[in-house]
């Protein structure tokens, strides 16, 4: 089992920058495939970076690329998500997500997924 617990959300203005953490339980990070995805409010959870177990190859879903970069720390047991010039449109409730392959992985859909965290609140003003 593998628990998620993401950090970092807030109250920023656009153009603002934040970075999201997402800790994961466990010794076994590394083998864990990550991603982040994000839900506005009435609207379905969509996806918006992964990246593989090494951290060598990464992914990110058109509307944010250029300005997000998804990262991770397997000596921290951590991945990242750091935004930049951040927009109205960013608003939502982010989630990560983890799945445990064997062989490197980019999973952009979120059916891909066994783990999520608790997810965490950005709201950008305009």
């Known amino acids: 089992q593998v628990q998620l617990v993401e950090s970092g959300g807030g109250l920023v203005q656009a153009g603002d920058s934040l970075r999201l953490s997402c800790a994961a339980s466990g010794r076994t990070f590394s083998t864990l495939a990550m991603g982040w995805f994000r839900q506005a409010p009435g609207k379905e959870r969509e996806f918006v970076a992964a990246i593989t177990q090494t951290g060598s190859s990464t992914r990110h879903a058109d509307s944010v690329k250029g300005r997000f970069t998804i990262s991770r720390d397997n000596a921290k047991n951590t991945v990242y998500l750091q935004m930049n010039t951040l927009r109205s449109e960013d608003t939502a409730v982010y989630y990560c997500?983890?799945?445990?392959?064997?062989?490197?992985?980019?999973?952009?859909?979120?059916?891909?997924?066994?783990?999520w965290g608790q997810g965490t609140q950005v709201t950008v003003s305009s």
């Open positions: 997500a983890a799945d445990r392959r064997l062989t490197p992985a980019l999973l952009t859909t979120e059916y891909e997924y066994d783990y």
